[in-house]
């Protein structure tokens, strides 16, 4: 049972340690085998090891000739990419007409690019050059056995490409969260021009990128009213997901009831309010024996900054990322935060600051839309102190 006291604990919670709350609070699902071709996206379980040297073996870095002793050299052969010259060492005074990529033969000094060389009759002239001179030695990019990259990296084209290159077909990895996202709210139009007293609903497009952007898999979106109470009940209880998110319905007004389900299902709560503007009213909860539920506010420029709070750290620890430490960056704007307060507001890049874009009203997403990031203001900051950054995806 939760009590009163483990509750405030978690009420009102600064928005830094929210981030460290909900991250903490993950319990990751086991990780899983997967084909490289699958495995965009996800996160390494384990490090990427290299099985063997990088390169694996001398390999030249120029079209050319790989060459042995002083010149001019005498041709013996050729050595091509999946072709290695067929003869056992290059004796002095010879050389062997080379692609790059091929296999550098035992006792070459060096390779004597095209361009700065001169054939005739079978041989070959050109400048001295300093041993091994274009030529990439065996583990010069690694030795076997290194670490390429740790545990709790996320899985990209250049790793995928570099685990390739190692010799791996599958990788273990740790899927992205599935998330169910459940908007509520009686006055909400989803298509077109919305009738006076209604409001279009912007989250509902909003939630599938963030989700993503985030590093969760959305499975499934539901539009539910706030009448009758009963529907945001059975729309959680049907989430085959590990994590629901519920916009609006999370403050204490006649129609939000998501505390008052929480509390029946005697929830284990892990942060109930964050002290940042916008974003108040976030929340993220665990009902014994089902998934994280995580609150955002209705207003969709509040509910953006929650998710960047609340939902992303949630969504790393689930993956086994590290939460990591934002980037600090000279805010150049005067923005005021409330005192107690961390004020979210959208930035852009100017030289090696950012500046306030404004548009950043709770329900407005201009800012948002155009800025390069959401900054982290704190109360009592001053034009050109650094502020944490959260990065968007425009």
């Known amino acids: 049972m939760v009590t009163a006291a483990d509750q405030a604990t978690r009420r009102d919670v600064a928005w830094a340690t929210a981030r460290r709350f909900a991250h903490a609070s993950a319990e990751p699902a086991p990780p899983v085998r997967t084909p490289l071709g699958r495995a965009a996206g996800l996160t390494l379980a384990e490090d990427l090891v290299a099985p063997t040297p990088l390169p ?64 005739t009759d079978g041989r070959v002239a050109g400048p001295v050059l300093e041993r091994g001179k274009h030529i990439r030695h065996t583990g010069e990019d690694t030795p076997a056995g290194a670490s390429l990259a740790p545990a709790g990296t996320p899985v990209g084209p250049a790793l995928l490409g570099l685990a390739a290159s190692c010799g791996y077909d599958e990788l273990l990895v740790r ?24 409001v279009r609903d912007a989250l509902g497009p909003l939630l599938p990128p963030l989700v993503a952007e985030l590093g969760g898999r959305l499975d499934d979106l539901v539009h539910v009213p706030d009448e009758p109470v009963s529907a945001l009940a059975k729309a959680v209880d049907a989430a085959d997901a590990e994590v629901v998110v519920v916009t609006g319905s999370t403050s204490v007004g006649v129609t939000d009831g998501l505390r008052r389900l929480l509390a029946e299902r005697d929830a284990r709560w892990i942060v109930d309010s964050v002290a940042s503007r916008p974003g108040h009213p976030a929340l993220l909860a665990r009902p014994r ?42 805010l150049l704007s005067r923005v005021r935060a409330p005192a107690g307060r961390t004020r979210i ?24 839309a155009l800025g390069d990031a959401l900054a982290a203001v704190p109360h009592g900051h001053e034009p050109g102190e650094p502020v944490p950054l959260m990065l968007l995806r425009r």
């Not at 080379?98 to 060096?110: D, H, K, N, Q, R």
């Open 175 to 198: 899927r992205a969260p599935a998330v169910r996202a459940i908007v509520t709210g009686d006055e909400l139009a989803q298509h077109g021009l919305p009738a006076p007293g209604r």
């Open 289 to 330: 024996g089902g998934p994280y539920v995580v609150g955002l506010p209705g207003n969709p420029f509040a509910a953006l900054t929650a998710a960047h709070t609340l939902l992303g750290p949630l969504l790393a620890g689930l993956s086994c990322r590290p939460l990591g430490a934002l980037p600090q960056v000279p």
């Open 345 to 368: 507001v959208p930035v852009v890049w100017d030289g090696a600051g950012v500046r306030a874009v404004g548009g950043d009203r709770p329900a407005f997403l201009n800012g948002a």
């Open 56 to 119: 694996a073996f001398d390999t030249s870095a120029m079209d050319g000739y790989a060459v042995a002793g002083d010149g001019p050299w005498t041709l013996t052969g050729s050595a091509r990419p999946g072709r290695p010259w067929p003869g056992e060492r290059l004796e002095n005074g010879h050389a062997v007409e080379i692609s790059t990529g091929a296999v550098v033969p035992p006792g070459a000094w060096a390779v004597l690019p095209v361009e700065s060389a001169t054939t």
